[in-house]
């Protein structure tokens, strides 16, 4: 159906244009036309057609004045037929008709169709379906991403999503779940698994640092689309807007996360003048607003952490006292391994290495720390900053083995190499 | 839509209970029927008999087993369900955790077929 990578070369400004403005509008169709059935394969399907079509005319044709009802007209067309051919030769199929029936009503005033694209989010992170598919769901019903290009970005078999797909989308069908969004009483915990899933979106795009994965740099951009979406309809939740203050801070500083040949480099060895103020600004005006609601969360915590960092564009320094108390209460949240080992970096930089090292020993027993990366990576630069290099280097062989990214491979070897000459006791 | 609620617990952690703690435990379902009935959700709901009542009947190669015991031996035993009617599974979710079923073992909530 259509494919997730930007397209290189001439006319892509066009074509990407055109492709973004025909994924909201079959997003909204979508939302609109499963709202009322439950029936999510069966609207894509009676859309399918439809927004194919305008994948490959828009860029060419341009982009029509009123999109929903180009969709809309295309789509009825193709559904109402099928529907009579259906209803003549077998039991009729109620969904379908239904479906069928909303379209004539929907395309006779395309200016009604109520938004219901938050229910939609809300069905496809509800807690009865499988977590890891809660993302991936949201990206082909909201986006209309199909299985093989979602498949690719979460590196998993496009067999296996696509099965995934189609068997989520079954149970909302079957098992009723309601398109809708929850009553205050369950609201919050409802809502972070939306954020929790448009996170993985926006994390899945942004693991690729480089950027030379195109599918995967639109995945950080899709995140953070529905963030937006998400802050535009809701826009009094705290969480909400600090999820999307914490995408865009990361967002910001992307070009900075590599030299131009392509090498790594470390947030505190960043230049500040490549990050982007325009972006950065953004989330700093979304964090105060969340701030005042007054209700603290995960999200507002990990953009505080960015924004404590993005100090140092004023101050030349990050500050470190604010991020050791952001990660404590971070940790008081969520008891996160991944936030302990952040919170004893801080702690070397306010207290010292070895206050760092013996907040990382205390983490040396959890199984979950024993194949990741980042603790033995932090590891070696506190046991490097003490003068232990062979402890270091041991640290760093761990790190540099449990590494995906080769260019983090490449900085963390330049560290473990830089350890070895003597007479110099940092890295 | 009907979702069936169906109560697994370990049944010899019931017998094993004193004549108090059962008597709670039944006070505690006959309210929670009461509470389906008044909200209009209730078809139907009973309690079954322990599983070592149970018979199993397989028909293979046109002959007919019958066996004594469950179907499945497990530590928890199917011992109860309730048939309700509601609107949404959130709803049918949300009577599942009522259930003092889902307090002394695991309630399975599943939606009946709709021809």
């Known amino acids: 159906m259509d494919d997730v990578s930007a397209p290189a070369g001439e006319g892509d400004q066009a074509r990407a244009t055109a492709e973004a403005v025909a994924r909201r509008h079959y997003g909204k169709l979508v939302a609109f036309l499963a709202a009322r059935t439950r029936d999510v394969a069966g609207a894509e399907d009676a859309l399918s057609e439809a927004f194919a079509a305008a994948l490959a005319r828009w860029p060419t044709d341009g982009i029509p004045d009123n999109p929903e009802a180009w969709i809309l007209a295309v789509a009825r067309r193709k559904t109402i037929d099928a529907a009579r051919r259906r209803r003549s030769s077998q039991a009729a199929e109620p969904d379908l008709q239904l479906i069928a029936e909303e379209l004539e009503t929907v395309a006779a005033d395309v200016t009604q169709i109520p938004d219901q694209r938050l229910a939609l989010m809300f069905a496809c992170a509800h807690p009865a379906i499988d977590a890891a598919t809660r993302a991936p769901l949201m990206l082909q019903t909201i986006l209309g991403f199909d299985a093989a290009a979602i498949a690719s970005a979460f590196l998993v078999a496009p067999a296996t999503m696509s099965q995934r797909l189609v068997r989520a989308k079954a149970k909302i069908r079957q098992a009723g779940i309601p398109f809708r969004v929850p009553e205050p009483a369950e609201l919050r915990e409802r809502l972070d698994a939306v954020l929790e899933a448009i996170y993985a979106v926006f994390a899945e795009g942004w693991a690729d640092a480089a950027g030379t994965d195109a599918r995967r740099r639109n995945l950080a951009e899709e995140g953070i689309w529905l963030g937006r979406l998400v802050v535009s309809l809701m826009p009094d939740e705290p969480e909400a807007l600090g999820l999307l203050a914490l995408m865009l801070h990361a967002e910001a500083r992307r070009v900075a996360r590599r030299h131009s040949s392509g090498d790594y480099v470390p947030l505190i060895d960043q230049d500040p003048n490549l990050w982007d103020a325009n972006l950065l600004d953004e989330a700093e005006a979304l964090l105060r607003r969340a701030s005042r609601k007054g209700v603290l969360g995960r999200f507002q915590l990990e953009a505080a952490v960015q924004s404590a960092h993005v100090v140092r564009r004023r101050s030349g320094q990050s500050d470190w006292a604010a991020i050791e108390r952001l990660y404590d209460a971070l940790l008081a949240l969520t008891g996160s391994p991944v936030v302990a080992i952040n919170r004893a970096i801080a702690l070397a930089e306010t207290r010292g290495p070895a206050a760092g090292l013996a907040a990382l020993d205390a983490l040396a027993d959890d199984a979950r720390v024993a194949e990741y990366q980042p603790y033995w990576a932090a590891r070696a630069g506190l046991l490097g900053r003490i003068g232990d290099r062979a402890g270091a280097d041991e640290a760093y062989r761990l790190a540099i083995g449990l590494e995906l990214d080769p260019s983090v491979r490449a900085f963390l070897q330049q560290r473990q190499t830089a350890l070895r000459p003597p007479g110099r006791d940092k890295s | ?115």
């Open chain 2, 1 to 115: 839509m009907n979702y069936m609620l169906l109560i697994y617990s370990d049944e010899a952690g019931f017998k094993a209970a004193s004549k108090a703690q059962v008597e709670q435990t039944m006070a505690a379902y006959v309210a929670y029927t009461e509470a389906l009935k008044k909200a209009g959700a209730l078809v139907r709901g009973d309690r079954l008999q322990s599983a070592s009542s149970a018979s199993t009947v397989r028909v293979a190669n046109g002959k007919t087993q019958v066996l004594d015991g469950p179907y499945a031996e497990t530590k928890e035993q199917l011992g109860g369900f309730y048939l309700i009617d509601v609107p949404d599974l959130d709803a049918a979710l949300a009577w599942a955790a009522r259930c003092p079923g889902a307090g002394h073992g695991t309630v399975e909530v599943r939606p009946l077929w709709t021809m």
